[in-house]
């Protein structure tokens, strides 16, 4: 019996070492941890459990039935972060480059179904050169089986993917399926086409860290969720957003013990909104005011910062804030925001997270650049995002609300439960300079006249009680305690029930 367990100590062994002392420190070199250490920075200690430690693949061409090295250039199984289950694959760089054979698509395939079938999150560390080259389509067919899965299991169980590596060619389509990417900065990209055959093509020089790392998709191409200086902090910022899902999209959001009074007063928050409208402020301040120790995990951090999306939690429990930010553009709505901010209300509403939107938006950005890149189809997203939810949505309309913006953001008619607003809210069609230069065209040449106008139409429209009149504002209430109304009405959503009709799928303007 010694023996036996001998031989099977030898070959874990033999398994853990992937390719080789060699190419581990060729790994290390390039600043890279290798896929067991990975797991290891991303899991509580001791709680990973492997799959398919001996699978080799079947692959016997270029003379590869004489190299195949026990687990296949990818580690799979699950374990827990701060408690609570996730399954998870590591590729592994030192074997193959990691490349995606039909043995190691096997192995992703396994944990993405055990994942959806026990309803936990699937954590996918991607570090491959794609296809492997001497299995050509079955290679191919492996990638598509996990595309299938990637589909099956979108609002069902979070998916999560960190490119820790080079992502090439059809590859990147699993984790652009997933729910969020993260990417590490210089040593990990994503493109469709490298840097040679976009030469080729297009005649373009560019290099690979320009046509597609972390800076290129989070900044231009929103590819990317967040980018993260090393492996290191990479893998315990998704520790730190694990904590805010929930397993699945039939479990509550995770509640946590919480230090924070929820009757906390903030009484900076009745001046945060300067005296002239037109002066910017920063919406952040509000959202680390308002969140259970100021604790914020931002989504999208360096794209369209006109809007911000991210995690908070109140009374302990997970809620999705979007919020305009007057510091860029003015906080406007444009097809980037927009389409940003869409993406995020359905992560929110697909797995059960209430909705907490703050408003300060001066309406959508106008220009030929909008217009013709679709900015009708691409705020429609987000509308539909927004009438589409079920879940507990909550209002806050700091300062302006106009036109389509107002009905958009989560407004009472798109069944917002709560819809508060600040004093300072101003809830009209346009500003009051526009709508005066409209409504009294006539009186253009004559600026005194104007002013009267301007001055009595915002006297009339430019606050919140004409919308609170009607009932579209729920109630104005006082900024500094703007944290008690926001935790009392969430509390009193909780057991929210809403349905929408049966419909096979809906037809977001895509
Ligand atoms: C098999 C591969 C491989 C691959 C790398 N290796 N990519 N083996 N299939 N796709 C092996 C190398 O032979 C080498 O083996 C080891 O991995 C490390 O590779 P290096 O080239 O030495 O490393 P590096 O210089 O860091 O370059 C990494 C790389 C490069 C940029 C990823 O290897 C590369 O360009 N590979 C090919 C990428 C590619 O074109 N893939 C197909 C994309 S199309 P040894 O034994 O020397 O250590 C695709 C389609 C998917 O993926 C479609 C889905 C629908």
């Not at 003379?63 to 699950?78: H, N, Q, Y």
């Not at 999208?300 to 553009?329: C, D, H, S, W, Y």
């Not at 913006?405 to 989560?410: E, G, K, L, P, R």
């Not at 305690?481 to 096979?504: D, E, G, T, V, Y």
């Amino acid at each position: 019996m010694k023996d036996i367990l001998n031989e099977l100590e030898r070959r874990r062994e033999n398994a853990r070492m992937g390719g080789g002392a060699r190419r581990i420190e060729a790994q290390h070199k390039k600043g890279k941890l290798t896929a067991r250490e990975r797991l290891d920075l991303l899991l509580d200690e001791d709680s990973f459990e492997e799959f398919d430690m001996f699978v080799a693949h079947r692959c016997t061409e270029f003379g590869m039935e004489k190299d195949r090295p026990a687990g296949d250039g990818v580690v799979t199984g699950w374990g827990t972060i701060n408690g609570r289950l996730v399954y998870v694959f590591s590729q592994d760089f030192t074997v193959f480059g990691g490349s995606l054979s039909e043995t190691h698509a096997q192995k992703i395939c396994k944990i993405m179904d055990m994942a959806m079938q026990n309803g936990a999150p699937v954590i996918g560390l991607n570090d491959s050169g794609g296809a492997r080259i001497q299995e050509g389509v079955a290679s191919l067919a492996g990638y598509a089986e996990v595309f299938q899965r990637n589909i099956m299991a979108s609002g069902v169980v979070p998916q999560i993917s960190v490119i820790m590596g080079p992502c090439a060619g059809g590859a990147v389509y699993s984790p652009a399926m997933t729910d969020f990417i993260f990417m590490v900065k210089d040593s990990s990209y994503m493109f469709v086409t490298g840097p040679d055959v976009v030469k080729t093509v297009t005649n373009e020089e560019v290099t690979a860290e320009e046509l597609g790392g972390a800076s290129t998709h989070t900044k231009k191409s929103s590819v990317a969720d967040g980018a993260f200086e090393n492996d290191v902090e990479a893998l315990s910022e998704v520790r730190r957003l694990v904590d805010f899902l929930p397993l699945n999209n039939r479990s509550k959001v995770p509640v946590r013990p919480f230090f924070d009074d929820p009757d906390r007063v903030e009484p900076a928050l009745d001046t945060l909104v300067p005296d002239n409208p037109n002066t910017p402020y920063d919406m952040k301040e509000l959202i680390f005011k308002l969140a259970d120790e100021g604790d914020f995990y931002e989504i999208q951090e360096a794209f369209a910062k006109n809007i911000i999306t991210g995690f908070l939690r109140l009374e302990g429990r997970t809620v999705g804030v979007v919020a305009n930010q007057p510091m860029v553009l003015a906080g406007c709505l444009d097809i980037d925001s927009s389409r940003k901010a869409a993406r995020f209300v359905r992560f929110c509403d697909a797995f059960e997270i209430p909705l907490l939107t703050l408003v300060d938006v001066p309406g959508f950005l106008p220009g030929t650049s909008q217009e013709y890149g679709g900015v009708i189809k691409h705020g429609a997203k987000l509308l539909f995002a927004y009438g589409e939810a079920t879940v507990p949505k909550v209002t806050l309309i700091t300062r302006k609300a106009y036109g389509g913006a107002y009905d958009v953001m989560s407004s009472k008619h798109l069944r917002g439960d709560f819809n508060y607003a600040w004093p300072s809210a101003e809830i009209a069609v346009m500003g009051a300079k526009g709508a005066t230069e409209i409504l009294y065209r006539s009186e253009l040449g004559d600026a005194e006249k104007i002013a009267a106008r301007t001055a009595d139409y915002e006297k009339r429209f430019a606050n919140p009680f004409v919308a609170a009149e009607k009932g579209f504002i729920d109630e104005v209430i006082t900024p500094s305690a703007s944290r008690r109304r926001i935790c009392r009405a969430f509390a009193s959503l909780r057991n929210k029930q809403q349905q929408n009709p049966w419909k096979k799928h809906d037809n977001i303007p895509l």
